[in-house]
C-alpha cells in the first residue's frame, strides 16, 4: 500500500474548563494518545457516541483545536497542527448543520465562486462553478438561490461543491448526512464514493449510523471517552468485534427496513 496521506500519532486534545473564581482554569482531556492512519482513496469512518470526541478529532485534524499535543504528519511531512493554515487547501471539513455553514445572505453560486477565486484564481470561475455543480449534480437553478431557498439535501451538495471548490485531497464529513432521510443520504453518499473512486479523495466520515459505516466505509475507528476502542476493516469488526463496547454498538443497531 502507498505511504498515507494523514498520520497521527499520540494525539491528544484539551478544552479549557470553567473558569473558577481564584482557581487555575482546569483542562478537560477530550482525546487521549489518538492514532490514526488515513490513505489515499480511503473511506475511514470514526463512530461512537455522543461526547466520544469524534467532532473534536475532525476539527483538530483541520487545526480549529488550540490545545493539540501529539505528532501530525500529512503527506510525509511534520506540521504544527496549532498553525495550520499553510494546509486549508489540502483538508476541508463540512458539518452536519449546512444551513448555518453557509452565508443566508449570499447566493450559492456567489458563494462557490469566492471561495474559488480566492483560493485559484488561476481558473475561470465560471466555468469551475458549473463543473462543480454538475460535480455534485445539483442544477444550475441553485446558482441564482439563497440557502433557505434549497431543501436540506441540496444545501449539503452546495456545501460539498463550496469544499472541493478548494480542490481537497482530505475531505472530513462529521454528521453530514445525519439530518437527511434515507434517500437523500443515500445519494450523498454515492456522490462522495464517487468522488474517491474517480479524484482519489480520501474521506474522513464521522457518524451514528452504523448502516452508513457498513455500506460506505473501508475502515472503521471505533471511539469512547475520546479513546480508539476497536479498529479495524469494516468487515473484520463488524464481523467480529473484539471490544466489548463496539458489541454493544452492534448489537444496538436497528434492523434495517
Ligand atoms: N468547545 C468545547 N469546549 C469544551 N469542551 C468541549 C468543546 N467541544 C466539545 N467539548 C467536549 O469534548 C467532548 C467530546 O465532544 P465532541 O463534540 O468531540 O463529541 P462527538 O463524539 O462529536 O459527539 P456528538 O456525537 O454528540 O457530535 C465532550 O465531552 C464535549 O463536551
Ligand atoms: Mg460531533
Known sequence: MDNPILELENVSVYYPGQRLLFKKNQLTQALHSINLTLHRGEILAIVGE????????????VGLIENFNGNYIYNQHVYNPNAMNSLRKEI???????????????????AIKEVIKLHHPEVDSEIQLLDLLNKVDLSEEAIEKYP???????????????ALAVKPNILICDEIVSALDVSVQAKILNLLMKLVHEDGLSILFTTHDLHVVESFAHRVMVMKSGKIVEKGSVQDVFQKPANEYTQTLLQSIPEKV
Not at 50 to 61: A, D, H, P, W
Not at 92 to 110: V, Y
Not at 148 to 162: F, K, N, T
Open 50 to 61: 455522543s461526547g466520544s470526541g469524534k467532532s473534536t478529532l475532525g476539527k483538530s485534524i
Open 92 to 110: 476541508q471539513i463540512i458539518f452536519q448543520d449546512a444551513l448555518s455553514s453557509l452565508n443566508p445572505r449570499m447566493r450559492i453560486g456567489f
Open 148 to 162: 433557505h431557498e434549497l431543501s436540506g439535501g441540496q444545501r449539503q451538495r452546495a456545501c460539498i461543491a463550496r
